[in-house]
């Protein structure tokens, strides 16, 4: 298995408050994704770094920001949460090697209140 | 955004029979990938399938992409308990340079009964 872990595994919280989820591996890969994923719609891309410092927005981006500051660590933060925003969320990283090859994470279950 | 249809969205069969999932779209993909999750688990890479056409196989797992690259099938011959989960499909298109997107079906879920 990928080295992969994310961080906390479940969260409740309160609407309007802040949260980050962090994803860290210890793959050396360049690409790290968040999705989050919801029944009826799948998973779906929030948004994705191809390097340190260096990220862009997915499908579903607004609510979210996400930071880069090591090779290793790619965090996902609501500014202030939303019951919209009670989902899985998932890490996943990828390689210039093979680059459409995704590794996910266990995933992040958050609840929004 | 590029839809994929995946079909059909729950499955519940008996051991030993055969199934087969769709995954259709009308968007061209460079590649087509099947994964399966586990429940609390993050979805695990089954196959790839470049090539319009290609049939590739995976024990019971038969994986095929369509021969203008925008559908892909799995089938599975005698099932057993043990392949119960989601089985997702993605699309892979090249965003530039080498960084891939997936576009994510919504997922099929089998249950295998015993």
């Known amino acids: 298995d990928a080295g992969i872990t994310q961080s906390p595994r479940h969260k409740v919280t309160e609407t309007g408050t802040p949260v980050t989820l962090r994803c860290h591996q210890t793959?050396?890969?360049?690409?790290m994704y968040w999705y989050r994923q919801d029944p009826g719609h799948g998973l779906r891309l929030i948004h994705y770094?191809?390097?340190?410092?260096?990220?862009d927005k997915g499908e579903v981006s607004d609510g979210y920001s996400v930071s880069r500051s090591k090779t290793e660590d790619f965090l996902l933060t609501l500014e202030s949460a939303t019951s919209s925003q009670t989902s899985v969320y998932f890490c996943?990283?990828?390689?210039?090697?093979?680059?459409?090859?995704?590794?996910f994470g266990p995933g992040t279950r958050l609840t929004v209140l | 955004t590029q839809l994929l249809e995946q079909s059909p969205q729950f499955l519940s069969i008996q051991e030993g029979e055969n199934l087969t999932v769709y995954c259709n779209s009308s968007?061209?993909?460079?590649?087509l990938q099947w994964y399966r999750q586990e429940p609390g688990e993050g979805p695990v890479l089954l196959v790839t399938v470049v090539t319009g056409g290609e049939v590739k196989k995976l024990k019971r797992l038969t994986f095929q992409f369509g021969d203008a690259r925008k559908d892909s099938s799995l089938h599975i011959t005698a099932a057993q308990p043990g392949d119960t989960g989601l089985y997702l499909c993605?699309?892979?298109?090249?965003?530039?340079?080498?960084?891939?997107?997936?576009?994510f079906g919504k997922g099929t879920l089998l249950t295998v009964n015993p």
């Open positions: 793959e050396n890969h360049r690409y």
């Open positions: 993605a699309g892979v298109k090249n965003s530039g340079g080498s960084n891939y997107k997936l576009t």
């Open positions: 770094s191809y390097g340190v410092k260096d990220t």
């Open positions: 996943a990283i990828g390689n210039t090697g093979s680059p459409d090859t995704q590794y």
């Open positions: 968007s061209v993909f460079s590649s």
